[in-house]
């Protein structure tokens, strides 16, 4: 302990470790990534650029700030940005994108390069969502080392903590605008967060129903703005924070990187069926082991997987962004829809449960293949929502 205020002492920890000059401590990532669009200073509506596939909550952050979202496809080799279609995304705005969130997808930290200049040549700033990626590294840099800010989130994604984000940034004027922006909303309201729990499952099982009619019934989650605006959006003192748990969870993140290396290991090692195809993982936190089941439905796997008496974990995301106005053709985004499944890495488990696990997930795919093709079509529309709704 050094004896400094505990947000003060997290975020000289954070500094330090991701090279950053300047952290604006938040209570959740979504919160970050709203007080760093605000800090952009952009005109009302100015649009913030997301890749298709991934969780829909970050991106109320955008209209939070009173910015609005867009969407690009995603690619097939690791589910990050499209990059064309980021391009075309970018040149189609007309101007209007003012920042490019990646959100490093499984914890693969995508092509930061290029998206900067993309950004950078529509007049755009690269924003990082580092939720899924913290301990990740690109050329020797850390994730979140990249891009004019980059936004963390530390509840139960790669550490476990209850509570918390950052906002981090080498600019001055920007840390000023987002710590002013997040100061001036109320405390956390005491026990929020079996509410905040409830509505998060609420909206995932309603935007299921509504996928699963082809979205005409989309108007049914407009309401969930005001909610999540409601429920997301805090301040925080130092009496919310607990420094020396933080700060240790923070410290054992390259341990955790090492377990989850070694689960991966035995992923890598265990399955070897050709319809299992791994995404590119290289520089990865490992957040999940991604996979296509290419060709096949990942819903009608884990039916069958059920069947056998087998449960497996979907760690995955669907594509988004007909949740927040017109749909348009992501063919990309359409097939990880389908066919992706995150394999779980819990650090906490110990290997030898890993090795189970692989082996199971094989003889389940090895014995659907003898039978899939005489499957009834199983229509997966709304599926990957509910069940992260938890309605299954």
Request: glycine share 10%.
């Amino acid at each position: 302990m050094t004896g400094l205020p505990a947000k003060r002492e997290i975020a000289d920890y954070l500094q330090r470790r991701f090279g950053r000059r300047h952290c604006v401590l938040t209570n959740r990532g979504t919160t970050a990534l709203a007080a760093a669009l605000h800090a952009l200073d952009r005109p009302a509506g100015a649009a913030a650029l997301f890749p298709a596939v991934l969780c829909s909550i970050p991106v109320f952050a955008t209209r939070f700030a009173g910015w609005t979202p867009a969407f690009a496809d995603v690619n097939l080799s690791d589910a990050n940005f499209d990059l064309d279609d980021a391009a075309r995304a970018l040149a189609d705005g007309g101007g209007r994108v003012g920042a490019v969130v990646p959100v490093h997808m499984f914890g693969k930290v995508d092509d930061v390069e290029r998206l900067e200049r993309l950004a950078r040549g529509a007049g755009a700033a690269l924003i990082e969502d580092v939720a899924l990626s913290l301990g990740a590294e690109r050329g020797g840099r850390p994730a979140g080392a990249f891009g004019r800010l980059a936004c963390f989130s530390f509840v139960r994604k790669m550490i476990p903590l209850e509570m918390g984000g950052a906002v981090m940034t080498d600019d001055p004027d920007l840390a000023r605008r987002a710590a002013a922006w997040v100061d001036a909303h109320p405390p956390p309201r005491p026990g929020a967060g079996a509410e905040t729990a409830a509505a998060l499952r609420a909206f995932h099982a309603l935007t299921g129903y509504v996928a699963t009619g082809d979205w005409r019934r989309r108007a049914l989650l407009d309401g969930f703005e005001g909610e999540f605006r409601r429920l997301f959006l805090a301040r925080t003192e130092d009496v919310d924070w607990d420094a020396p748990t933080a700060l240790a969870e923070l410290e054992k993140l390259d341990a955790v990187l090492r377990a989850r290396r070694a689960r991966a290991e035995v992923y890598d090692t265990a399955l070897h069926h050709p319809r299992v195809v791994p995404l590119d993982r290289s520089g990865s936190a490992l957040f999940a082991y991604p996979v296509r089941l290419t060709g096949w439905a990942a819903e009608d796997v884990l039916d069958f997987a059920s069947e056998q008496g087998y449960t497996f974990r979907r760690i995955a995301y669907p594509d988004i962004h007909p949740v927040f106005g017109a749909r348009r053709p992501m063919p990309h985004a359409a097939v990880l829809e389908r066919e992706l499944i995150g394999l779980p890495l819990d650090d906490d488990r110990p290997v030898s449960d890993f090795w189970e696990y692989a082996a199971d997930f094989e003889k389940t795919v090895g014995a659907y293949e003898l039978v899939g093709p005489g499957r009834p079509p199983v229509d997966i529309r709304g599926r990957l929502e509910m069940r992260m709704g938890g309605v299954t």
